[in-house]
């Protein structure tokens, strides 16, 4: 199995009306085979450009794509084409054939293929199969729910057994109990049969159940990259925190409502063992400070436990900084958001 | 029947034969003009389509070219093509009268209506489908024919549809060069001698011609929408 990614200094410039369009400016990034890597931003973050320069579908204005050390944009057009076959792509509108039957959408790429029509039937089949539309097999893409036709467009971008998914924000136009039976088949998908996966998204709940790595994207670039579960840790960049906040239905404002002015309000992260400290109570019995919770989550990301805790402590400057120094001795990170 | 329509259609009747020959005349042009029309104005409409600014094998200078002389043919009156290209139908058909002198202007003048009618129902066909060819490795070709003229099949019958019906149209001028025809047969035996009887029969006819290929260009458009 192969599928790796090296983005190497990618540039896309379009010429615009007046000024150039910088959608993206040198963005290097290395997808290793077998990965789901996500890719989010804003729109006009420049993800959807970044993801169609992969396949060629925009070409770089500079810069070098390599599919498993080929570099793509050397290659002569008869080459891209078979060169594109090892690279599925599913999209936000699914694109499917409205002409054409569920069987004749999947079958589509196959043509010219040198299969026969007993092996197109055949391959169409199983993967119907594996998306579990068997029985849509002659049904129209108007006949469908949008969760149905996703899954034919999985089914069609897999035809041709490719190395790499791409998926350009497959998810956006689904319901969340869609959304996530979308998800769980990618995830099945990437596990049983190791293709690497890229997914373009805005909605950071993607990542967090989907992604191993994430790299995030603001005005062309990446301003930060890592996996999935320190981006949810750690979030460095503005631009990441406020995706961060987002996986969780909270903005910042509604989590932390004003206070008054000897109370603070600190956000608490727990990593692994800490997670499971009754680091509250103690704290609460040690400094003899009360405590209320505000809001608080723990989650699994990417197979690791990450609890986040919103508190409001009745405590002025003086008092907290012990209750911060003890915290870091628990390796609870603690964060002061302000007060009143 | 036969009392009755003498009665409505005594001039009709008188020489039904010249009737049905104008009938035939008005089919054979619309026939075979119609015929080369679909051909070349699917042609051009393709050519607009691919080379028009993001599209698949975009050419500026062809586009723009194809554009302004597509413009030209449309913005001159049919009966003055006829006489416009009256050396190009003598050196093409051998002659510059008759059914065979008339088909060289209608294709001329029908031909890049057609063009346009095509440019539009394909770029009725969602791009994202365009897309998704191109990354499942289809190339131009493909792309023409398994996804611009398949998706928008429906579209091209109701262009096609519009077309050959202003076609019918053009027909009816092709008594100036002696093409006959239902136009010809109206004015020279109807109107001028004031036998109000063959213009209503030439309404008639051309109302149910018109009639069929509606209904044909319906019938298809339904049959290739799901």
């Given at each position: ?340 | ?21 104008s009938?035939q005349e008005t089919l054979i042009m619309t026939l075979w003009a119609g015929s080369l029309m679909f051909v070349f104005g699917l042609v051009l ?24 002389v597509i413009n030209l043919f449309r913005s001159i009156p049919f009966v003055i093509l006829i006489a416009v290209l009256m050396n190009l139908t003598k050196w093409v058909m051998g002659t510059r009268i008759g059914v065979k002198g008339v088909i060289v202007p209608l294709v001329f003048g029908s031909a890049p209506f057609f063009a ?47 077309t050959v019906?202003s076609l019918i149209g053009l027909t009816a001028m092709s008594g100036y060069v002696g093409a006959g025809g239902l136009g010809d047969?109206?004015i020279t ?38």
């Amino acid at each position: 199995m192969s599928g790796s990614i090296v983005l190497d200094h990618i540039v896309k410039t379009f010429p615009g009306s007046s000024d150039p369009v910088h959608a993206v400016r040198d963005v290097s990034l290395t997808i290793p085979q077998g990965e789901i890597f996500g890719i989010v931003g804003f729109s006009g973050a420049g993800k959807s450009t970044l993801v169609r320069c992969i396949n060629l579908l925009e070409r770089p204005t500079s810069g070098h794509v390599f599919i498993d050390g080929t570099d793509l944009t050397t290659l002569s057009d008869r080459e891209l084409k078979r060169e594109r076959r090892k690279i599925g792509m599913i999209f936000q509108q699914f694109n499917l054939f409205a002409t054409r039957t569920v069987f004749e959408n999947v079958a589509f790429p196959l043509k010219h293929t040198g299969l026969s029509r007993g092996q197109i039937r055949e391959k169409v089949t199983s993967l119907l199969a594996y998306v579990e539309l068997e029985d849509k097999a002659s049904a129209y893409p108007s006949q469908l729910s949008g969760g149905q036709k996703q899954r034919v467009a999985i089914a069609r971008a897999l035809a041709t057994d490719p190395a790499i998914l791409l998926c350009d924000e497959a998810t956006s136009a689904l319901d969340p109990i869609t959304t996530s039976s979308i998800l769980r088949l990618l995830k099945k998908l990437n596990h049983e049969t190791g293709i690497t996966v890229v997914v373009i998204t805005h909605q950071m709940q993607v990542v967090k159940e989907l992604c191993h790595r994430v790299a995030v994207m603001e005005h062309g670039t990446v301003v930060e990259e890592g996996d999935v579960f320190d981006i949810f840790a750690r979030p460095g960049q503005a631009v990441t925190r406020s995706f961060v906040d987002s996986a969780g239905g909270e903005t910042a404002e509604s989590q932390f409502p004003a206070c008054a002015e000897n109370e603070k309000l600190l956000r608490l992260k727990f990593f692994g063992d800490s997670a499971r400290e009754a680091v509250i109570s103690q704290i609460s019995r040690r400094f003899q400070v009360d405590i209320v919770i505000l809001s608080g989550s723990i989650e699994t990301i990417d197979g690791r436990p990450l609890g986040q805790l919103n508190v409001k402590v009745a405590a002025d400057e003086k008092k907290l900084r012990p209750i911060l120094e003890y915290l870091r001795e628990l390796k609870v990170e603690a964060e002061v958001m302000g007060h009143a | 029947m036969h009392e009755w329509l003498n009665s409505w259609f005594p001039y009709v009747m008188k020489k039904p034969e010249q009737f049905l020959q104008s009938i035939q005349e008005t089919l054979i042009m619309t026939l075979w003009a119609g015929s080369l029309m679909f051909v070349f104005g699917l042609v051009l409409g393709i050519i607009l389509t691919i080379t028009r600014e993001k599209g698949i094998l975009e050419n500026r200078v062809v586009y723009q070219v194809l554009d302004k002389v597509i413009n030209l043919f449309r913005s001159i009156p049919f009966v003055i093509l006829i006489a416009v290209l009256m050396n190009l139908t003598k050196w093409v058909m051998g002659t510059r009268i008759g059914v065979k002198g008339v088909i060289v202007p209608l294709v001329f003048g029908s031909a890049p209506f057609f063009a346009r009618q095509v440019e539009s129902a394909l770029c009725g066909v969602d791009g994202g489908l365009v897309e998704a060819a191109k990354a499942m490795g289809v190339g131009p070709v493909g792309i023409i024919f398994r996804v611009y003229l398949r998706e928008g099949t429906a579209a091209l019958a109701r262009g096609t549809t519009i077309t050959v019906i202003s076609l019918i149209g053009l027909t009816a001028m092709s008594g100036y060069v002696g093409a006959g025809g239902l136009g010809d047969y109206a004015i020279t035996y109807g109107y001028n001698y004031n036998r109000m009887d063959i213009v209503w029969a030439s309404v008639i006819a051309i109302v149910i011609i018109v009639t069929v290929v509606q209904a044909i260009g319906a019938l298809i458009a339904r049959r290739s929408t799901h």
